[in-house]
Nanobody, 127 residues
Framework: EVQLQASGGGSVQAGGSLRLSCAAS????????IGWFRQAPGKEREGISC????????YLAESVKGRFTISSDNAENTVYLQMNSLKPEDTAVYYC????????????????????WGQGTLVTVSS
């Protein structure tokens, strides 16, 4: 059984940092991509980052590029999202998810590609 556990959310002031963790278990070799998504109140869930578990290639959406970093600790089956220089518009529930994608293309944070989802963790950034 695939399980994804997101944690690390909280409340910070603008300019602060948080590190989210996604602990995965039960993944097969084919579930090679872990993605991070977020959903702000009244908005659709958007993909912001992903990483290939096998070759480490990453993707960051323009809205978070230069502020967020995604990394993977395969020994711990955990993917991290380091979030720096947080802005009020980063306030959302953050989700991690697992996907099977063709390795030669890197990864895509496109919601329909993701089959397995963890529960969300809330990030609140105050101005």
């Amino acid at each position: 059984e695939v399980q994804l556990q997101a944690s690390g959310g909280g409340s910070v002031q603008a300019g602060g940092s948080l590190r989210l963790s996604c602990a995965a278990s039960g993944l097969s070799f084919n579930e090679n991509i872990i993605g991070w998504f977020r959903q702000a109140p009244g908005k659709e869930r958007e993909g912001i980052s992903c990483i290939s578990r096998h070759d480490g290639r990453t993707y960051l959406a323009e809205s978070v590029k230069g502020r967020f970093t995604i990394s993977s600790d395969n020994a711990e089956n955990t993917v991290y999202l380091q979030m720096n220089s947080l802005k009020p518009e980063d306030t959302a529930v953050y989700y991690c998810a697992a996907s099977s994608q063709r390795a030669e293309y890197g990864c895509f944070a496109y919601r329909p590609l993701y089959k397995y989802w963890g529960q969300g963790t809330l990030v609140t950034v105050s101005s």
